[in-house]
């Protein structure tokens, strides 16, 4: 055993060193130039709370993303948050170039103060450019639900009222960082008027159950579709399926490899075709690999969800192994969503896949249907009948006792 020893662990404000001398341990700090800025942000912050004497509401609206940020931006629109009011975006998401300038354009949907984008910057960047410049005036902030980094953002204005905005179906349950009782709002878009949120309000300590305007992101989807129009036209006249590819994040690399993601994605993609459909193939918008045109389907190339485009009239139905559009498809553009997550061999404890797959019938309930000498409505009606039957019987997913105990056993036991 060693006699001595010394560990030294760090954050944006301090070094913590641990010594261990003949057994003896003791411990101390040393503050960096950062902890001494952020006293001085809580002092500006203080005086801005005692000396504000405007009406005008400075919100902070922190976004994670194309479809947090036409939620956000419905919300805007919904609660009418541009009037007397001064209203910072923040969007922080990872990014390639591309993707960055289409989250600038979708903003510009809506009057904006300030566009702020931390698209690939680290959590202690972001951080530390809000205490570096000083950014105290704020009365209400917006942020997604389970966002470390968004989270940290709000607890720099203790004062501030604290609202939870919609990113699509995965992060609809409590974490355990985040202190409820302080959310006065909870802004979920109840998807299909079955998915709300993982169980009762009691579980989520204080804030308010509100639902996002379904009629406002159709909105500014219009407005977006117009500003990116499918590169490819889609003909009615044939059986159009859209397969959504899954991006390989650090998250999905625990449940398959890459190879093992595309061989999964091209034997349902090949009993698709196998069965008459033509398959137009939509890349993940944040996913870095270069898909090309193939003898099993078309690219299309888009960095909007495919919730914004209205498609109903030419495509079918889309697939996935688990995208969350399979459950937001038909609550926008009644176009049916099915998955295959029971490809997915690993991911039986992991919430969002187990939602979807709740809520999405399996593509073999798809590819059981006959498509011979069907013309298209009569293919997409049986489709949809398909899809609506599998859905009726569904519950809220607040009383969804699977979800349920799945959440308990893997979120409330950690607490």
Request: charged share 25%; proline share 3%.
């Amino acid at each position: 055993m060693k006699l001595f020893n010394i560990e030294k662990i760090s954050n944006l404000y301090q070094i913590k060193i641990r010594l261990t001398f003949l057994f003896i341990k003791f411990s101390f700090k040393i503050f960096k130039l950062q902890k001494f800025k952020l006293i001085l942000f809580n002092y500006k912050y203080k005086k801005y709370l005692k000396s504000k004497k405007d009406n005008t509401i400075r919100r902070l609206f922190l976004t994670n993303g194309n479809l947090n940020l036409i939620n956000t931006l419905s919300l805007i629109n919904q609660l009418e948050l541009n009037k007397n009011s001064k209203n910072t975006l923040l969007v922080w998401t990872p990014a390639d170039e591309e993707y960055e300038k289409v989250l600038k354009n979708i903003s510009n949907t809506t009057p904006l103060e300030k566009y702020l984008s931390f698209c690939n910057k680290s959590h202690d960047y972001v951080v530390k450019y809000f205490i570096d410049n000083f950014l105290t005036d704020y009365d209400e902030i917006y942020f997604t639900n389970g966002h470390e980094l968004f989270y940290r953002i709000a607890k720099l204005y203790p004062n501030i009222i604290q609202n939870i905005t919609d990113e699509g179906i995965n992060p609809l349950y409590p974490a355990n960082f985040i202190d409820y009782s302080k959310i006065k709002n909870i802004y979920f878009t109840n998807y299909l008027n079955k998915i709300n949120r993982i169980g009762a309000l009691s579980y989520w300590r204080g804030g308010v159950s509100r639902n996002i305007s379904k009629d406002e992101f159709l909105k500014i989807s219009s407005k977006l579709e117009k500003l990116y129009p499918l590169d490819i036209k889609l003909n009615p006249n044939n059986k159009n399926i859209i397969f959504l590819a899954t991006f390989c994040s650090k998250k999905s690399s625990q449940f398959f490899t890459f190879e093992e993601l595309t061989a999964y994605q091209n034997t349902i993609i090949k009993k698709l075709i196998k069965k008459g459909y033509k398959v137009y193939f939509k890349p993940h918008p944040r996913d870095l690999k270069e898909y090309k045109d193939n003898e099993n389907f078309k690219i299309l190339k888009t960095k909007l969800p495919i919730e914004c485009y209205n498609l109903k009239d030419k495509c079918l139905a889309i697939v996935s192994l688990f995208s969350s559009a399979l459950c937001q498809m038909y609550h926008y553009q009644n176009i049916a969503g099915f998955c295959a997550t029971d490809l997915i061999k690993k991911a039986d404890n992991d919430i969002g896949i187990n939602i979807i797959k709740e809520y999405s019938p399996n593509v073999n309930v798809l590819l059981e249907i006959n498509t011979k000498s069907k013309t298209f409505e009569e293919l997409r009606d049986e489709i949809n009948k398909e899809y609506l039957n599998f859905i009726k019987d569904k519950p809220l997913l607040s009383e969804n006792k699977v979800i349920e105990k799945l959440y308990e056993k893997l979120i409330i036991k950690k607490k």
